[in-house]
């Protein structure tokens, strides 16, 4: 499978993303540059987190107009597979592929330390090889809680787009565990197609056994548990 | 002909501005307890070049909708002169 990891000016953890896709997933990898609009034939691209153009205007505003995303929304439309990660999380909502938005944390504090995650649906191609145990990945970011109107979360509800929930180490999705002030503890989604995926913590950060919390693979893992079946 | 717009864009009545309830929170530090409720938003100040008021009410709005403000998240006003 060929990943591409798109840069914007500000990104900062597209390497963190090729490593572990490269190294660790022995994968494919190719970097596009966000003027690119040519996406060579990568099967799956993944925005990664940041801060794209200095988070100028809003989060992800002025990235979701970088040239290379009429050609990610194209193939997004044409089923190919896009991910967002923290900043990539919040261009997609401001593209419009992924329902919602990112506001700033309701503590009004950038927040970078390991949450606890759930996984809650395991029907999609980042989350099926999820348990109903709780999951250790970090989070960084000022603007993570997650808002959409509650005609869109019902909807992410009966269509089982909720890829995962801020919960307590024990997987009880609780107020005390949610660090942002999100709508439903609401982590990551996906669309309704289940071809584009978003989530504010990162994953990749958390993929590497040497770094002593690889919970974060698991995503990687159901990524090609899928693909190479 | 040139317009020169004044744009507010604020966040939506119904969601938690945590800047302005922090700034509110900090009025009583400044013996000012009558204040309440502030919300803080943007103000955007741009020029643009059209043959009316009417195109450049529609080119602002446009702008408005496609970059400088997140409808789910905001809301915007603003008003037109000629520069």
Redesign the interface.
């Known amino acids: 499978m060929k990943f591409g990891v798109v840069v914007f000016p500000g990104s900062n953890c597209d390497m963190d993303m090729v490593y572990v896709l490269e190294s660790i997933m022995k994968q494919e990898v190719v970097k596009l540059w966000h003027k690119d609009t040519n996406l060579q034939n990568c099967d799956f691209i993944i925005l990664p987190g940041g801060f794209s153009f200095g988070d100028y205007l809003r989060s992800g505003a002025i990235a979701n107009y970088s040239p290379i995303m009429e050609k990610l929304v194209e193939h997004a439309n044409n089923g190919g597979y896009v991910m967002g990660i923290c900043n990539g999380f919040q261009i997609l909502c401001e593209s419009g592929l992924l329902p919602g938005a990112l506001l700033h944390n309701t503590n009004h504090k950038f927040i970078c330390k390991n949450i606890h995650l759930t996984a809650i649906t395991k029907n999609t191609l980042v989350t099926n090889q999820y348990s109903d145990n709780a999951v250790k990945i970090p989070i960084a970011h000022g603007e993570g809680r997650y808002h959409a109107d509650e005609e869109t979360l019902q909807e992410l509800i009966t269509n089982e787009q909720i890829l995962f929930k801020y919960s307590d180490e024990n997987g009880n999705i609780t107020e005390e565990a949610n660090p942002n002030g999100s709508l439903l503890n609401i982590a990551g989604v996906c669309n309704k197609n289940r071809n584009v995926f978003g989530m504010m913590p990162h994953p990749e950060r958390a993929a590497d056994a040497e770094l002593n919390n690889a919970d974060g693979k698991i995503l990687f893992d159901s990524i090609l548990n899928i693909v190479l079946s | 002909m040139k317009f020169r717009a004044e744009i507010d864009i604020m966040?939506l009545k119904a969601?938690?501005d945590?800047?302005g309830k922090?700034v509110s929170a900090s009025m009583g530090n400044v013996g000012l307890t009558e204040i309440t409720n502030v919300r803080i938003g943007k103000h955007i100040t741009l020029e643009v070049d059209a043959d009316n008021k009417e195109v450049a009410n529609t080119k602002v709005t446009e702008a408005c909708t496609k970059?400088?403000a997140?409808q789910?998240?905001e809301g915007f006003e603003f008003t037109l002169e000629e520069a």
């Open positions: 966040p969601l938690l945590p800047q922090a970059l400088l997140n789910i998240m």
